[in-house]
Structures are given as C-alpha cells and as structure tokens.
C-alpha cells in the first residue's frame, strides 16, 4: 500500500528531538496531525501547522531553508 503522507518543513522544531521536518497526510484536513518525521512525536494540527508557516521564519535564514524544503514543483 503506498504512504499518503507528505513531508513539508516547519519553522518551529520538534519539541522531542529538534527535526523540522513534519510529515502530514497528503489530503490535508485541518485537524489532521502533524508528527515529526524524525522521531514520530505529535507536533500539533495541520491547521496549526499552516498559521505558523503564514506567520513566516524567524530569520533569513530561515527563510531560504523554507522555501528551498516547501517548494512545489
């Protein structure tokens, strides 16, 4: 059966291990849960998870890191 999550990069690391990198199911509810990649923790709701992505990186830095990891080819 193939996976039907996708990963995308969130300013604000895992709470547990640090990752940025968050997996969501790909049919993005709003309530659906986000988990960190890296270590599976609960992280919060993918409607949460795009209020923080609107509210933008905290740095330029930051700022490059998620564009180059949340771009949609």
Do not use: W
């Not at 940025?20 to 049919?27: C, L």
């Not at 960190?36 to 923790?41: D, G, H, L, W």
């Not at 933008?56 to 990891?69: D, N, T």
Request: net charge negative.
């Amino acid at each position: 059966m193939p996976d039907l999550s996708e990963d995308f990069r969130l300013p604000v690391g895992c709470p547990n291990c640090g990752s940025h990198r968050m997996r969501v199911s790909e049919v993005h509810n709003p309530d659906d849960k986000v988990f960190c990649a890296s270590c599976s923790t609960y992280v919060c709701l993918y409607h949460e998870a795009q209020e923080i992505i609107r509210q933008g990186p905290g740095s330029e830095s930051e700022a490059l890191l998620e564009k180059a990891a949340n771009r949609h080819d």
